[in-house]
């Protein structure tokens, strides 16, 4: 199943609802979505949030960073990954071309 990181960033507004309940709702809507959480942590820097996730599909990964974000008003960016032994195959493909 395919791994995507979610970087999270809190506005005065998300930041109200921080609550072992709100991120319980957001496992949840991880799971209606085919996802499995891999790891959450709240970071500092640029973002506020990274999660690592499992998702069947892209599609599947989108709805849930939108359906996140009307839950909680946190802005979301997605992306999927690639493992770096996997990225070292496929560069070494193009470099054979």
């Known amino acids: ?7 999270g960033k809190y506005n005065s507004d998300s ?3 921080v609550s072992p309940e709100r991120t319980r709702k957001a496992v949840e809507i991880i799971g ?4 499995k959480v891999i790891s959450m942590y709240a970071v500092l820097g640029e973002h506020d949030l990274v999660f690592t996730l499992h998702f069947p ?14 839950l909680t ?4 960016t997605t992306s999927p990954v690639v493992d770096v ?3 070292d195959r496929m560069i070494s493909e193009i470099k054979n071309l």
Do not use: D, H, R, Y
């Open 57 to 70: 599909t892209t599609e599947k990964a989108l709805a849930a960073s939108v359906a996140l974000n009307m």
């Open 1 to 7: 199943m395919p791994i995507f990181m979610m970087f």
């Open 73 to 76: 008003g946190i802005s979301f």
């Open 85 to 87: 032994e996997q990225f």
């Open 32 to 35: 209606q979505n085919g996802g």
């Open 15 to 17: 930041l109200k609802g």
